[in-house]
């Protein structure tokens, strides 16, 4: 299921539970996908931001109206801060937060995209693909895997895993680095600020 406080339940894949999506729409749930810095209405496949539309949506945030402002727009559409696309079977994606989202040239990336693909060789447990700053680029993708036990996959194997799959701005251009356990909070989620740092420092040892 794929939901919020701000405006309740708004999808569940109910239908086909084995793929890679939060569902169909509950009835009464309007979505767009929306351009990310440009607000620009995308189409069937494009990644972007989930703006929502329901009866449930909330009034606003509690004596912060700015706050309120940023996220429900003259229209009436929630931003939820997620990035996703619709498939051509009217099923929502869901790849991650907007504010994790990486900077190739001038592509955003959404980092989840690339970790679904990773996520299902059979020799990975847990992955995160964070960006490597660089002075030209701005992020450059890399995953931070952990195997699951007794299995092995290598770097170049990874690598090409997703460059067959993905466009040319979501290659692995920060490389793949191997990890005995990747740091959480308290809650389960993973620090992916204390990755990034771990990583970068990797890569650039290599250069």
Known sequence: ?????????IAANVFEPGNATVGLLWEGVAAIIV????????GIGEEGE???????VMIGYLKNEEA????????????SGDVGYFDQDGFLHHL???KDCLKYKNYNIAPGDIEQIIEKHPAVAQVVVVGVPDPIFVDLPAAA???????????????KLVEDNVMDAKRLRGGVYFMDSL???P?????????????TKLYNAKK
């Not at 299921?1 to 339940?9: F, R």
């Not at 351009?35 to 995308?42: A, D, F, K, P």
């Not at 309120?68 to 931003?79: A, M, R, S, V």
Request: glycine fraction near 10%.
């Open 1 to 9: 299921m794929y939901g919020m406080n701000e405006v309740g339940s």
């Open 35 to 42: 351009n990310h810095e440009t607000g620009q209405r995308l």
């Open 50 to 56: 989930i703006c929502v539309k329901t009866a449930n």
């Open 68 to 79: 309120t402002l940023e996220l429900i727009d003259k229209d009436g559409w929630y931003h």
């Open 96 to 98: 991650g937060r907007k």
């Open 145 to 159: 895997i952990v195997k699951k036990t007794g299995c092995n996959v290598t770097e170049e194997e990874i690598i």
């Open 183 to 185: 740091p959480i909070t």
């Open 187 to 199: 809650s389960g989620k993973i620090r992916k600020l204390n990755v990034k740092n771990v990583v």
